[in-house]
């Protein structure tokens, strides 16, 4: 039975709780590099004010800038007139898919997070890296890597941390003490790693252990199978070390993260990045200074990964989603900031996507759920009001694993919303000046 | 229109004045899955008439307390048990209670006590009320009347540790070390009675003490608190911090800090105190520098003033602004607490509510309800008046008020003259108006008028609006008197002995894993009651005694769990997912098993915080809360990385030692080899495979024949050359026989194991 068939099959029978990803030691995988679709979750940390971003309100009420510009227009898809968006939005708009009058059912960051990633309110369902991490990244060395956002992890696939540069290159060879010394002669090691996966074997054949334990040695037999493409990533480390400035001037973390990733994904061992920001948009205080810094920071970093994918030759194969926890109120609090609304907005980039510069999903005057009919996409009070598990699946439609028992055991039970289909939108609700 | 709350008046007093009936109590609206099913299947196992246990005394408290919610078109008609109002439907009600209970009876008897969370509050108000046990009574008659198969109990086909074996497992995680020959054979003879006392007795030392503030940094996550000086204690209520002289100074001082919290636990736990003073301590915990900077009136003296590892138990006798002592409410008053869990103007205490009732009472608030659109709310203060935004913030609106006290800054009354910590901007007169255009804010007020005043359980805090100094030691106070505060207590413990959080109930019951989550969460569920109970009586070392509490879940079927006695299905596997104790151990526990068992650790994995340690660990309390629970390729590396680092040198310096002082080999030296000496070989291998692994293995089985194969395959590629210099003290000089370099894969071999890594 193929790996992937075995995977059907456990998921079908429920069995992925206690026999997690890939447990099947006859297909040890032999090595070769992924060289599919690579997908980039995005969290944007805190709770991006919509307002600020793709669904903008033209009232000074809402928004301080509206007292003297009004919001920009790119192909179909408005954006707000603060710093770094124009470019942002018309460099990218025909990429877009942006989804306005998300509901994410609460007001918490915690919970909020857990809404906006999994699709539901309660813990236990996985961010869709850990289901596209199982679905194609057998055999790799880091097939989830992660670092902050949504890190729920339900059992399937263990994500791996975000390393900085140095821990990537000592990981990547373990063995070296400097770049003319090891620790020990190598072809001993190798004479023991055989050792090291028959014992692996010897125990997993016991049926008789408690699942903790089941689960434990298939986590190291997986770990055992990725170490040999860990080597890779030695390659692809660059001696200038990492960018930390994105194509707008900005220093941030973030990029530096990107950039890491990308080199991951670039060595072909990873299939799903989760990262979020680091750039905090909880601004309850003073918001309009704040976000003024925070949102080109945002902007610019999200055009570096877009550039330097370019360079890298990874570009036509990411697929960004961009989420948020909350969205924020459609009036400033007594420090001139935005508190936690329910209601917010995300984002699908992909190079040349046939569903782009589209609108999907919509909010009213002050931000309020507007109801969509699911198939026309058209506002439509009898519809249904978007809610995060429409979100989620469509994240799994898009990543091809909705119909994998894998996810078939995580149901959403979401009615079906045409997001892909490139002749129908919802488009604004309000108007707009110009 | 907007409905207008009237402040002159008591309407929202009955919100809060609960009674052991609830009957006025606002019922929490539906749970979140809008497709939940009901559990009121009406199957031909079904009973024709009901026993008078339900009939004549079980009903009539139902329809008293419980109907007026749970019934069809009742505000709890969406949950999972709802009645008929047919007055001739006693057996149909019947049924229905009985469904129910086949599949949910720990939940059904839970919720009528409130427990974790239950909208209708606490109607049979706890477990020694005569309601409670004549539903409990009942709940053991339904499973067994009309027809209905006995349950199997959940433990069955499970295997289990003996006393000895049990012992070596917690004495890894409670002391970091395998167990004497002493305390093994008291154990052998003594049986489970001498388990628990030889337990009980290992708690003690450095080991033990670092196991504490792990435990208690899992939780308080005080290390991972940051910012500038502003983010602490300032020289306005502490003179002393404007005498810190230096960088290296004030680092010190933050660093003490964020031990405060972690450090007063550990005080509690080794001197044998209640575990409530982790509420109601009316003192904290010190260090030299602390007490400096406190001012702090310390018992005892210290041994050592440059010492700052030492802490003292102290109070503060005299806060600078106010001239009296410092209002101490446990943990709960430390400053790392308060920074760790902030506030800001318009949160309003509300994050720390809900951390407090998750910590202390394994109370999940953001899990009761989705948040409905307000925007469209007739009221004008929802979080006040709209019943579906109080469902919510009835519990935690007023523990939130309890913080009053506490600024954003977790400053003591900081303003107006420190009479309040209220902010200026809702003090200020561009606040908006209440429905009759009156402020809200009065002057004299310590707590927002458009928040449901200070209380805890229904019962009003003292001083309401205006406020009391000592509000949050009043929480403290009324916390643990709460019957949720034991079965909390087990919740914090259990993450620092099974290396994973507690269950939780699920709530989705179209998944297909459901039943099995939900066999499981029970079971676990009962387990931890029956401990939880036990926690709250003395058996000798007193009532809420953490060291009782640790015996408990140590001795307890879910620690012991170690395997079953034949193959399972998948889905009693699903069923069984996470019981037993096996977990990656964390990177401190690694590191002293090391020290333990091979005589030294790798000074990488240390701090946590940094490069290998939070590689492995994945914890750094700031960013980084949950701790890695699982192996993958990064982390398998760093373990090869960390053992080729320190193989060598453990090796040669055990070889090095007499005999006699030996870790490792014991039964060899340098010079056996294959040739000349298998038989004492396979001897030390027999003896590294229990040492290392707790394998008790025959000298003639398969796996210690493989590990053999192993040192001689190695030890006959000898005088191949390496690939590239050696960074290693065993070469040809120190280790002519080439034995202790096949010696050091066998290690490697081992200190790769499951068995290693794991809490074998």
Known sequence: MKRRDFLKFAGSAGLYAAIPFPLDKAFASTYSPYEGPIYFNIHVSGGLDQSSFTDPREDPLINTWADSKDAGVAGNIRYAPVPGNQEFFEKYYKDMLVINGIDGETNGHAIGTISRWSGRLARGYPNTCELIAATYGQGLALPYLSKGGYEENVG??????????????????????????????????????????????????????????????????????????????????????????????????????????????????????????????????????????????????????????????????????????????????????????????????????????????????????????????????????????????????????????????????????????????????????? | MLLPLNLGSTSWLPLLVISSTLTLFACMPAPSSEDEKKDNVINDKDCATAPALFTETVWPSIQESCLDCHHSGGVANNTRLVFTKNSDAQAENYNIL???????????????????????????VDQSQQEYQNLESLVSVMVKDCGATSKVSFFDGIKFYSEQETLKKAAIVLAGRRPTVSELNAVAAGGEDSLRVTIRNMMQGENFEDFLLETANNHFLSTGITGGPSNFPVAKDYLRVGEIKNYTERLIFYQALRQEPLQLLRYIVINERPYSEILTANYTVVNPILASIYEADVTGEFDDIADNSEWRKATIPNMFRFGRTFPHAGVLSTHAWLHRFPTTDSNRNRHRSKIVLRQFLGIDLEVLAQRPQVNDSQFLVPTLEDPECTSCHIIMDPVAGLFQNWSRQNRYLQFADNTTSLPSSYRGKNYPKDANGNAYYQPGDNWFRDVLPPGFNGVLAPGGHEGDEAALQWLGKEMVKDSRFSMGTVHFWYQGLFGEKVLTPPTDTTTRDYQARLNMFNAQDELFRKIADDFSEDHGYGAYNVKDLLVNL???????????????????????????????????????????????????????????????????????????????????????????????????????????????????????????????????????????????????????????????????????????????????????????????????????????????
Request: hydrophobic share 35%.
């Open chain 1, 156 to 434: 399937i696939v263990p994500l791996t941390r975000l390393l900085d540069l140095n821990m990537m290159k000592a990981v990547a060879q373990p063995n070296q003490a400097s770049a003319t010394a090891n620790y020990i002669k190598q072809s001993d090691l190798d004479i023991l790693q055989r050792y090291k996966q028959a014992r692996i074997d010897t125990l997993s054949s016991t049926n008789t252990y408690l699942p903790t334990l089941t689960r434990a040695f298939s986590e190291m037999n997986t770990a055992y199978q990725g170490r040999d493409s860990l080597d890779r990533l030695a390659d692809y480390i660059p001696a200038a070390g990492l960018d930390t400035v994105d194509t707008q001037g900005n220093t941030t973390s973030f990029v530096r993260n990107i950039h890491l990733s990308l080199i991951s994904a670039q060595a072909g061992l990873t299939t799903c990045i989760n990262l979020a920001s680091g750039i905090d948009f909880d601004l309850h205080r003073d918001f309009d200074a704040q976000s003024d810094i925070k949102m080109p920071q945002l902007t610019g970093a999200l055009d570096y990964l877009w550039e330097k994918s370019q360079e890298l030759g990874l570009a036509d194969r990411l697929v960004v989603f961009i989420n948020t926890e909350l969205g924020r109120t459609p009036h400033y609090n007594a420090n001139s900031g935005k508190d936690h609304h329910t209601i917010g907005s995300a984002m699908f980039m992909k190079r040349n996507a046939a569903w782009g510069n589209r609108v999907v999903g919509a909010s009213g005057e002050q931000h309020t759920a507007l109801k969509i009919n699911p198939q026309t996409l058209e506002i439509d009070e009898n519809g249904i009001a978007l809610k995060s598990k429409h979100l989620i699946q469509a994240v799994r439609q898009l990543a091809g694993v909705d119909q994998e028992p894998l996810a078939q055991n995580f149901p959403l039970n979401a009615e079906d919303v045409d997001f892909f289909n490139p002749d129908k939108k919802t488009g604004y609700s309000v108007n707009f000046r110009a």
């Open chain 2, 554 to 760: 140590i001795t307890s079927k879910w620690f012991r769990a170690s395997g079953m006695t034949s193959e399972v299905t998948a889905e009693r596997a699903a069923e069984l997912k996470t019981v037993g104790s096996y977990h990656l151990l964390t990177p401190e526990q690694l590191s002293r098993k090391m020290e333990a068992t091979v005589g030294e650790s790798w000074s990488k994995m240390r701090p946590i915080t940094r490069n290998y340690g939070l590689l492995y660990g994945g914890f750094d309390a700031r960013t980084l809360i949950d701790r890695n629970t699982s192996i993958n390729t990064a982390l398998n590396a760093v373990l090869d990385r960390m053992s080729n680092e320190v193989a060598c040198n453990i090796v040669r310096n055990d070889f090095l030692r007499p005999t006699d002082q030996r870790l490792l080999f014991p039964l060899v030296d340098l010079d056996h080899t294959p040739d000349n000496a298998k038989g004492n070989i396979m001897l030390n291998i027999q003896y590294l495979h229990n040492h290392m692994l707790e394998e008790f293995l025959p000298l003639e089985s398969a796996e210690l024949l493989q590990t053999y194969n192993l040192y001689q395959e190695v030890w006959n590629e000898r005088n191949s050359a390496p690939e590239n210099t050696l960074r290693c003290s065993l070469n040809n000089t120190t280790d002519s026989e080439y034995s202790g370099r096949s010696w050091m894969i066998v290690l490697l071999y081992f200190m790769s194991d499951p068995r290693y890594i794991y809490s074998y």
């Open chain 2, 98 to 124: 009985r469904n129910f209970s086949l599949s949910n009876a720990v939940m059904l008897l839970n919720k009528t006590i409130g427990l974790p969370v239950h909208g209708g509050g606490t109607p049979y």
